[in-house]
């Protein structure tokens, strides 16, 4: 257990291309950044407010019936009013994370990832009513790589957006389009950029895929 790291959200993220403009190739790009990557489920086209739902398309393929598309999306809007689920797709909670994922979307070629930081950078991390569930750090997860990411009113950036990973020579990525490097890397990269780019704070996260069992 690092005593110093807490994870800040799990997010559902869907395998999407790799974008063109980073100058890199990755074959399960992912990204905590809605500019890079969508996240599941998206609150916006499953409120669960009635049968018919608020988007057909986005219903009939991820939900086996109405039964289950009324049941689950309401379970996500109670998550949403508890502060337990965020707007952008971020789970709180691994319990919520691993539930959504394994019962609606790991058939449909997502990646569950948990996101951590070093306290220090954590209330950066977001609107401060989250900051209270943040939970512990735990090594039984598998690190897939880093980031550099920045909140914006309700969405991360991260530093691929604006390309800035341009600016600094010698960096490696996964085949998930991470930073393959350690969290101090991260640092560094997150300390030289401040002022940059997007209008945020930049804070180094290292990006893991949690057990499921």
Sequence with gaps: MNSGRVIIGYYICMKTECPSFTGFSA????????????????IFRCHGWGKSGDDKE????????????????????????????????????????????????????CTLVAVSTDKEYASLAGDKDFSDK??????????????????????FHSFLCNSLHKRFDGLKFSRYGLLDADLSVAKNIASEIQGKGEPVDWIPVEICKPDIT
């Design 134 to 155: 943040y939970e512990k750090y735990s090594t039984d997860m598998e690190v897939i790589g880093c980031d550099v990411i920045g909140w914006d009113i309700s969405v």
């Design 27 to 42: 074959d399960r790009f992912l990204s905590v950044s809605d500019c890079l990557c969508d996240h599941e489920p998206q």
């Design 58 to 109: 986005y219903r009939h393929r991820y939900f086996a019936d109405e039964e289950e598309y009324i049941q689950l999306s309401l379970k996500l809007r109670e998550l949403l009013e508890n502060g337990l689920f965020c707007s952008d797709g971020r789970f709180m909670r691994r319990e919520d994370a691993v539930y959504f994922y394994t019962r609606l979307f790991k058939k449909h070629d």
